[in-house]
């Protein structure tokens, strides 16, 4: 496990964790999956769709809806 530079968040692998806090936010992109490093598929819906980082420009306290964002199936 590899922690992020602000140190709140662990990640499986070392590029995410470089990105995490660190200029970049997950984005969510449905369908149109092209990019994203993490991808699901969902049996219900039959839907794709994955999550890419993208450069932030907003700093501040985004963080806590960056890591909700990485997981809102799971709850
Ligand atoms: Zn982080």
């Known amino acids: 496990?590899?922690?992020c530079k602000s140190g709140k968040h662990w990640w499986l692998n070392k590029e995410d964790a470089e990105k995490c806090c660190n200029?970049?936010?997950l984005m969510l992109c449905i369908?149109?999956?092209q990019g994203c490093h993490i991808t699901v598929y969902e049996?219900?819906?039959e839907?794709?769709?994955?999550?890419?980082?993208v450069p932030s420009f907003s700093e501040g306290n985004?963080?806590?809806r960056k890591v909700?964002?990485?997981t809102?199936?799971?709850e």
Not at 47 to 53: Q, V
């Open 68 to 70: 909700k964002s990485v």
């Open 31 to 33: 369908g149109d999956i």
């Open 43 to 45: 049996d219900e819906t």
């Open 62 to 64: 985004a963080d806590k």
């Open 23 to 25: 200029g970049y936010k």
């Open 1 to 3: 496990m590899y922690r």
């Open 72 to 74: 809102p199936f799971l």
């Open 47 to 53: 839907t794709m769709y994955g999550y890419k980082w």
